[in-house]
């Protein structure tokens, strides 16, 4: 089956540390990876996504994400996070005709 | 640019009330969802559609119906609400199957819907 599991449901930063949100997934077909980001109140943005190519893919805001065929992980990293960084983060797969969304990562950064 | 413009933003329902999501995108895309959003369960998808007068079933369509008549509109219908559809609703499109995608593909979501039904 289809899934991608997140395994930090809440992280509570400083300003200027580092970020690393774990991702893992599950799916036997070619893999087709994001990361979402949901502001308060507002909708899902794309961060970044990974299609093929560099395993080490760069996205908005200073944010990048690895993806470790062998681990089946595609985790999100940012070396310095900003108060403006807390959100929500979503992991998703790319399935047959649907995407399968992780439960989110609840991000708060502490001015 | 509209995008995935999403009707109504707000609802209060009664129990056994019925309403229907309207969700517009203007970006020609063939494939559309509906995902409903709840506290530490992530996106769950209701119902999708792959092309104008198609539908599916997600991972939780008991409860909702849909229709996808024109290219443009997908309905999510709750025909007798009930209080555990309390939920933030998100549609999406996007422009090719999730599998293959191609380098260009992504999914674009609306700014949600919430709905509370007492």
């Known amino acids: 089956a289809q899934s991608v599991s997140q395994h930090n449901h809440h992280v509570i930063l400083s300003e200027a540390a580092s970020l690393e949100l774990g991702c893992n997934y599950s799916?036997?077909?070619?893999?087709?990876l994001f990361w979402y980001v949901q502001y308060p109140g507002q909708h899902l943005q794309l961060l970044l996504k990974y299609f093929s190519g560099d395993p080490l893919v760069k996205g908005i805001k200073g944010f990048e994400a690895e993806f470790i065929k062998s681990k089946f992980s595609f985790n999100l990293r940012k070396p310095s996070v900003q108060w403006s960084d807390t959100a929500e983060y979503f992991c998703a797969v790319a399935g047959t005709y649907k995407y399968i969304f992780g439960t989110g990562t609840r991000l708060k950064v502490l001015a | 640019n509209a995008g995935v413009t999403q009707t109504p933003k707000f609802r209060v329902l009664k129990t056994g009330q019925s309403m229907t999501l309207l969700c517009a995108q203007d970006m020609n895309h063939e494939y559309m969802y509906w995902y409903r959003q709840d506290p530490g369960m992530g996106l769950r998808l209701i119902h999708y559609s792959v092309g104008e007068g198609t539908t599916a079933k997600g991972e939780v369509p008991d409860g909702y119906n849909v229709s996808r008549l024109k290219k443009q509109n997908f309905l999510l219908g709750l025909e007798s609400a009930a209080p555990s559809q309390t939920s933030v609703y998100f549609c999406a499109s996007s422009s090719f199957p999730a599998a293959p995608v191609s380098s260009g593909n992504t999914i674009y979501f609306g700014e949600g819907s919430w709905l509370t039904v007492v």
């Open positions: 799916y036997g077909g070619t893999v087709n």
